[in-house]
C-alpha cells in the first residue's frame, strides 16, 4: 500500500521559516519525480516545487523561487522542503506528490497535478501578518 505522510506544517509568523517533510512507503516502482503543492481556501490547488529523482534536478513556482528549497533523501525516501521568508499567501494545505511512471522531465509538466501518480493528505501551514 502506498502512503505519503506529509509533516512539519504549523503556525509561523510572516518573515518565518518552516521545514515540510513527507515519507514514501510502499511505491510499486521506482520513484521517478517528487513535488510539493499547496491549496488555499478556495483556491485551486498549485504546484510549488519539483524534483527528479534521478537528475535531481528541481522547478520552482515563480513566487516561492529563491525563498524555498526541495529535497529529497532517495535513501530514507523522505521529501523535504525549507520555507524561508513565509509571507501570509503562502498559508494553506500542503501536499506532497509522487510520480513513479518514467517521462521525460525537460518536458513534462511537473508542477502539474496530473503528472502525479500518488499523494499525501497534507499538512497545514498559517502564516500569519
Known amino acids: 500500500q502506498v502512503q505519503l505522510v506529509e509533516s512539519g506544517g504549523g503556525l509561523v509568523q510572516s518573515g518565518g521559516s518552516l521545514r515540510l517533510s513527507c515519507s514514501v512507503t510502499?511505491?510499486?516502482?521506482?520513484?521517478?519525480?517528487m513535488a510539493w503543492f499547496r491549496q488555499a481556501p478556495g483556491k485551486e490547488r498549485e504546484g510549488i516545487a519539483s524534483?527528479?529523482?534521478?537528475?535531481?534536478?528541481?522547478s520552482y513556482r515563480n513566487s516561492v523561487r529563491d525563498r524555498f528549497t526541495i529535497s529529497l533523501d532517495k535513501d530514507k525516501k523522505t521529501l523535504h522542503l525549507q520555507m524561508n521568508s513565509l509571507k501570509p499567501e503562502d498559508s494553506g494545505m500542503y501536499y506532497c506528490?509522487?510520480?513513479?511512471?518514467?517521462?521525460?522531465?525537460?518536458?513534462?509538466?511537473?508542477?502539474?497535478?496530473?503528472?502525479?501518480?500518488?499523494w499525501g493528505r497534507g499538512t497545514q501551514v498559517t502564516v500569519s501578518s
Open positions: 510502499g511505491l510499486p516502482s521506482p520513484l521517478y519525480a
Open positions: 506528490a509522487a510520480r513513479v511512471s518514467c517521462g521525460d522531465w525537460y518536458t513534462l509538466y511537473v508542477l502539474s497535478q496530473s503528472t502525479y501518480d500518488y
Open positions: 524534483i527528479s529523482s534521478n537528475l535531481g534536478a528541481t
